[in-house]
């Protein structure tokens, strides 16, 4: 069974419009705003939303929109009520009050052909237990609502390639022995695990269904990654 680091999952996103993203998040109450320069023309906006992070990637470079399973995200904020911002990269965001729909963090729809062996895959890699509401799966404080769909979009392209949601996030303590140990579970190798200067050592999974996952060993939630047997990015 997986070890978290952190009882949520953070949500990532690129984008070529960054300030529509802004100003949006500024007006919905999404707080917690802190800036990372990631190299290669991106810079990093993640805004906390309860235990979790919105992380808004803007890149220099053109990116079109592509295929995703995962489209629109709920996140806690400080509002009186639920606000939405339907982004140009079909990306839909809405902002609501701590509790509303049960929501104390965030929580994604994800679009599947085959929601049962979504559902048992996050069980296996990520120990999901199931929610109140049917259809609605929780990692942490984090809930994934999965919808059946025979027609939705598998993304096996990079998560670094295109805009929209391409990725969530899940803070684990051995980025070596988690990637090893999901890849035996049916997923799919997107990138081998790598040091992120003193920062992070992280790797990419595909989920069965092409959903990318990013597993990060974050030194602020696991102390020092300096032994961490993996190469420098």
Same mark, same amino acid.
């Given at each position: 069974?997986?070890?978290? %680091? /952190?009882?949520?999952?953070?949500?990532?996103? #690129?984008?070529?419009?960054?300030?529509?993203?802004?100003?949006? #998040?500024? *007006? #919905?109450?999404?707080?917690?705003?802190?800036?990372?320069?990631?190299?290669?023309? &991106?810079?990093?906006?993640?805004?906390?939303?309860?235990?979790?992070?919105? /992380?808004?990637?803007?890149?220099?470079?053109?990116?079109?929109?592509?295929?995703? =399973? $995962?489209? !629109?995200?709920?996140?806690?904020?400080?509002?009186?009520?639920?606000? =939405?911002?339907?982004?140009? +990269?079909?990306?839909?965001?809405?902002?609501?009050?701590?509790?509303?729909?049960?929501?104390?963090?965030?929580?994604?729809?994800?679009?599947?052909?085959?929601?049962?062996?979504?559902?048992?895959?996050? $069980?296996?890699?990520?120990?999901?237990?199931?929610?109140?509401?049917?259809?609605?799966?929780?990692?942490? *404080? *984090?809930?994934?609502?999965?919808?059946?769909? %025979?027609?939705?979009?598998?993304?096996?392209? !990079?998560?670094?390639?295109? *805009?929209?949601?391409?990725?969530?996030?899940?803070?684990?303590? +051995?980025?070596?022995?988690?990637?090893?140990?999901?890849? &035996?579970?049916?997923? =799919?190798?997107?990138?081998?695990?790598?040091? #992120?200067?003193?920062?992070?050592?992280?790797?990419?999974?595909? %989920?069965? +269904?092409?959903?990318?996952?990013?597993?990060?060993?974050?030194?602020?939630?696991?102390?020092?990654?300096?032994?961490?047997?993996?190469? +420098?990015?």
């Amino acid at each position: 069974m997986v070890e978290l %680091a /952190k009882q949520a999952i953070d949500v990532g996103i #690129m984008t070529n419009a960054w300030d529509d993203y802004r100003v949006a #998040m500024e *007006s #919905m109450g999404v707080g917690g705003h802190e800036f990372l320069k990631l190299g290669g023309g &991106a810079h990093q906006h993640r805004f906390r939303c309860g235990e979790a992070i919105l /992380k808004i990637n803007s890149l220099r470079a053109p990116v079109e929109p592509r295929p995703t =399973t $995962i489209r !629109s995200v709920r996140v806690v904020a400080v509002t009186d009520g639920p606000q =939405t911002f339907e982004a140009s +990269d079909d990306v839909r965001i809405e902002a609501v009050p701590a509790g509303y729909d049960g929501i104390t963090t965030n929580e994604v729809d994800w679009q599947t052909p085959d929601p049962a062996v979504i559902v048992q895959f996050l $069980i296996d890699a990520f120990g999901a237990v199931p929610s109140v509401d049917t259809d609605v799966w929780t990692i942490g *404080s *984090s809930r994934i609502r999965l919808v059946a769909d %025979a027609d939705a979009p598998a993304d096996h392209g !990079s998560p670094r390639e295109g *805009s929209g949601i391409r990725y969530l996030t899940v803070q684990i303590f +051995d980025v070596v022995a988690e990637h090893a140990r999901v890849l &035996a579970l049916g997923a =799919t190798e997107g990138a081998a695990p790598v040091r #992120m200067g003193e920062t992070a050592a992280i790797s990419f999974v595909v %989920a069965p +269904d092409g959903t990318w996952i990013e597993l990060s060993q974050r030194a602020s939630l696991t102390g020092s990654i300096a032994a961490a047997p993996v190469p +420098d990015r």
